[in-house]
Nanobody, 125 residues
Framework: VQLQASGGGLVQAGGSLRLSCVDSGRTFSRLNMAWFRQAPGKERELVAAIRWSGGPTFHADSVKGRFTISRDRAKNTVWLQMNSLKPEDTAVYFC???????????????????WGQGTLVTVSS
């Protein structure tokens, strides 16, 4: 598993970004995928997760209705569509992966075996 995240940038509040995470390995179809974020001085937190099968998905309460996680097996890619961005969404966003993840443990960062390098999202007010 080799994860490459991209799509971050600077956007005004209310704007949108779409983050991408590509897996260059051969096991993507079996991986449960997630997006975490970490703001300065704060712990890494789960933003959204998606099962290897494509469903169900999880979205944190803070982003529910604004962010959407999705995946495409043929493209070995998982996306995080972020709409109605707020300054408090500013953080480094990481994609993470693990096969065989127990769904009840998806919010625990140490449960994930593989991580992308992170992409910075900055939302200005």
């Amino acid at each position: 598993v080799q994860l490459q995240a991209s799509g971050g940038g600077l956007v005004q509040a209310g704007g949108s970004l779409r983050l991408s995470c590509v897996d260059s390995g051969r096991t993507f179809s079996r991986l449960n995928m997630a997006w975490f974020r970490q703001a300065p001085g704060k712990e890494r937190e789960l933003v959204a997760a998606i099962r290897w099968s494509g469903g169900p998905t999880f979205h944190a309460d803070s982003v529910k209705g604004r962010f959407t996680i999705s995946r495409d097996r043929a493209k070995n890619t998982v996306w995080l569509q972020m709409n109605s961005l707020k300054p408090e969404d500013t953080a480094v966003y990481f994609c993470a992966a693990r096969a065989g993840l127990i769904w009840g443990l998806i919010s625990i960062a140490t449960e994930y075996h593989d991580w992308g390098q992170g992409t910075l999202v900055t939302v200005s007010s």
